[in-house]
């Protein structure tokens, strides 16, 4: 499969993926406060960090670099190009999350402000962590 082929085909799946858990999560907690984009954002950083862990055994293998300078100075392969860029971009939401704090800045909701941003930060760095170290784990390459 060609890099646009993946990239095409997983944006598609991670779109709709997208779409479906933050409506999912929509319906759960209401739309007050954007959960949907935090959950989305949250399980997006998760699942990137085990893909990370697991195609390039932690941070050493050139994940600071978003695995696109490749992987212990490989090419970064199909599965990072149809999973990483195309599932992975398509269903985080950063700028929505961006979006939704500058909406809530413009109505006042300061502390509404805060909070998403720092959940968003202090759920989602965490998440991408846990998930290189259980990618690691999943390769059996360790951390």
């Known amino acids: 499969m060609s890099?646009?082929?993946?990239?095409l085909v997983g944006s598609a799946l991670g779109g709709v993926a997208r779409m479906w858990?933050?409506?999912c999560v929509?319906?759960?907690?209401?739309t007050a406060f954007p959960?949907?984009?935090l959950a989305v954002n949250m399980s997006g950083a998760l699942a990137i960090g085990v893909l990370a862990g697991v195609l390039s055994s932690g941070l050493a293998g050139g994940v600071s670099g978003g695995l696109a300078g490749g992987l212990a100075g490989g090419s970064p392969g199909t599965a990072w190009w149809l999973l990483g860029i195309g599932v992975l971009?398509?269903?985080t939401t950063v700028s929505s999350f961006s979006l939704e704090s500058l909406a809530l800045a413009h109505a006042g909701r300061w502390r509404a402000v805060a909070a998403n941003i720092g959940l968003s930060l202090g759920?989602?760095?965490p998440a991408v962590a846990a998930?290189?170290?259980v990618g690691a784990w999943l390769s059996g390459s360790g951390w």
Do not use: D, M, Q
Not at 3 to 7: M, N
Not at 26 to 30: T, V
């Open 131 to 133: 998930g290189v170290s």
């Open 35 to 37: 959960w949907h984009t």
């Open 3 to 7: 890099e646009l082929a993946a990239i």
């Open 89 to 91: 971009g398509s269903y």
């Open 123 to 125: 759920l989602c760095l």
């Open 26 to 30: 929509a319906r759960r907690f209401g």
């Open 21 to 23: 858990f933050g409506a």
